[in-house]
């Protein structure tokens, strides 16, 4: 059997929905499981779902993106300094779920941190990316490697071109051309009246609005079937008056 290949979007903090994917998705010893970043910030097991993370790395092939968010928790991992922007943004939370973690835990998770991408390509000219990037080279030709944490430029495009499936005609994106596909995350499909994956010419928005009452979701590469999480605010109504509506 061929390796499938599974990728999923944002997480935010949202343990239960993440456990319930996996469920859904059933990796076994052969699959690999890619996610596209901002694993924390949101719902509060952020820590907690940085430690099922580093528990299925040692079960899958697994290969972890860095998000605008993820950067942040690192920044604080590394240097104890939490950026005044993250705690606006849901960084307090985060704090929170650590507040029982040891030094010894907090270090564990920082070298997990250390082993993240800020972009991916498979053999099949696929790229997986946090959010975006702006080079007409690519993300390896980034000038500043935080735009493929932020960006949101490459969405806006193929949003206009999302008719077109034909990536080498004159008139295509020179962006969108690089790649057989692309996958991203950061910018909730829920801004766009959907709470599905949107496929707009070459590229797969995954973010499906954990933060903002929406489900989490993974799709297999291959294939495009996708499996997602309950609504986040059936898995946590605890926080109802928390999320984003």
Known sequence: MAQETFVIGDIHGALKALHQIIKYIKPDEKSRLIFLGDYVDGLP?????????????????????????????QEWLETGHADPTWLNNDGQSTLRSYGSYSEDEKKRHRDFFRKFQSFYVD????????AGFTSQQGPAKE??????????????????????????????????????????????????????????ANLWDMDTGVKKNGKLTAMNVDTKEFWQSDLIIDLYPEEAEKIYF
Do not use: M
């Open 143 to 200: 000038l500043h490697e935080d735009y493929l944490f932020n960006d949101r430029t490459l969405l806006e495009t193929a949003l206009i071109f999302k008719d077109l499936k034909q990536v080498n005609t004159d008139n295509f994106p020179v962006r969108l051309c690089l790649f057989k596909e692309i996958f991203i995350g950061h910018t909730p499909t829920l801004k766009f009246g959907s709470q599905e994956p949107i496929h707009a």
């Open 45 to 73: 097991e952020s820590a907690q779902t940085i430690d099922y993370l580093i528990e299925l790395d040692t079960r899958f092939s697994c290969i972890f993106l860095k998000g605008n968010h993820d950067v942040w928790l």
């Open 123 to 130: 053999n099949q000219q696929n790229l997986f990316v946090h």
